[in-house]
């Protein structure tokens, strides 16, 4: 068993997340309104996890869904 570091590998962690997703989004010449549109979101919500902020799980599959991209790729 590991023990945990301190918490800024979460924060870390967070924000390679949301750059796969700015990255994603970018390549597919999607601009934010359509994919926090599409996904049923608001974009202050898809602003903040890009950023890097706290996501919730049903979050992050809506956006999966709308860039058809398997979840397990944009988080690694």
């Known amino acids: 068993m590991r ?7 979460i ?6 997340i949301g750059d ?6 970018l390549h597919q010449g999607l601009t934010q309104d359509a994919v926090y549109l599409a996904a049923g979101i608001s974009r202050y919500t898809l602003q903040r996890v890009e950023a890097g ?10 956006i999966a ?3 058809d991209v398997p979840l397990a790729d944009l988080v690694g």
């Not at 023990?3 to 590998?9: A, I, Q, S």
């Not at 796969?20 to 989004?25: A, K, P, S, V």
């Not at 902020?53 to 809506?62: D, I, N, P």
């Open 20 to 25: 796969r997703i700015r990255d994603e989004r």
């Open 53 to 62: 902020a706290e996501m919730k799980l049903s979050t992050l599959l809506r």
């Open 65 to 67: 869904h709308v860039l």
């Open 11 to 16: 924060a870390a962690r967070r924000r390679r």
């Open 3 to 9: 023990n945990l570091p301190d918490d800024e590998w």
